[in-house]
């Protein structure tokens, strides 16, 4: 990470952390996630903001990562479908790799109750553009689990997308904190888009939030339903119903509205 990017100017001074202790103290697997939109040039002092004995993960010296995404839905799109109607039984299915490394996960997200998220993954191996058949069993094992009966359906890629993600620890709460920039979306046929000017700041905590989300609100920051999924998906593809994300992308997306390149 360079020394001029509005993250590693605050990040670089933070104590680090190393992965085997974030997930010790701070794995979070079951959580409720509070997520914020906000531009890039706002992150010096959201981040200036959290307590001193915020943490960074520190990989290597590394303090920024790579991330690819690959989400997968049914070609009638319920998964995206499920989040837009705000089913309770809905689902993600994604690879997610961590390009630094090379390793690849394949997770499967479902509602816990009142609202968290649950998320569980295992290793993948193989081409990440379509799933496995022990993917395609452990995704079904873990939707039934959920009440959500997936043996007739069928999986497609749906979309791909590009981050770089800072990860933070908050002691006080046992929570975590990302940023995510140089966000990119692109679906199979190549079409993307890109918000250089925008950041994902993400929470994951338990219901009372963190210090992190009170320092949010107290900058007039709210969370709101950003999905790099589902917003991705209503910003390229204006043939999905997108009410639920208007307003996001009225405000964060204003390009992808009117159908000119982002």
């Known amino acids: 990470m360079t020394a001029t990017t509005p993250v590693s100017r605050v990040v670089g001074a933070l104590p680090p952390i190393g992965l085997d202790e974030l997930v010790a103290q701070a794995s979070l697997l079951t959580r409720l996630d509070r997520k914020y939109m906000l531009p890039v040039a706002d992150l010096p002092l959201v981040l200036g903001g959290l307590d001193e004995d915020t943490r960074v993960l520190d990989v290597d010296g590394a303090r920024e990562f790579a991330y690819r995404s690959v989400y997968f839905d049914t070609p009638e799109m319920d998964g995206y479908l499920g989040a837009a109607r705000h089913r309770r039984r809905r689902f993600k299915l994604r690879i997610r790799t961590y390009l630094d490394s090379g390793r ?67 002691p006080a709460t046992g929570s975590r904190l990302t940023v995510d920039t140089d966000l990119t979306w692109a679906l199979p046929d190549g ?17 009372a939030g963190s210090g992190a989300d009170r320092l949010l609100w107290s900058l007039k920051h709210r969370p709101c339903p950003v999905s790099k999924y589902g917003t991705g998906l209503a910003a390229l593809r204006p043939d999905l119903p997108s009410n639920r994300w208007l307003p996001v992308l009225r405000r964060h997306f204003p390009t992808a509205l009117d159908g000119s390149p982002a």
């Open 191 to 207: 079409t993307a888009l890109r918000t250089p000017d925008r950041a994902i700041v993400e929470t994951k905590a338990g219901r």
């Open 104 to 170: 690849h996960y394949f997770e499967v997200k479902t509602r816990g109750p009142r609202g968290t998220t649950v998320k569980q993954r295992i290793p993948y191996e193989g081409d990440v553009r379509r799933l496995g058949p022990g993917a395609r069993a452990y995704a079904d094992t873990v939707l039934a689990e959920a009440g959500i009966n997936s043996g007739r359906l069928r999986f497609v890629l749906a979309l791909t997308t590009y981050y770089r993600r800072t990860t933070l620890f908050l």
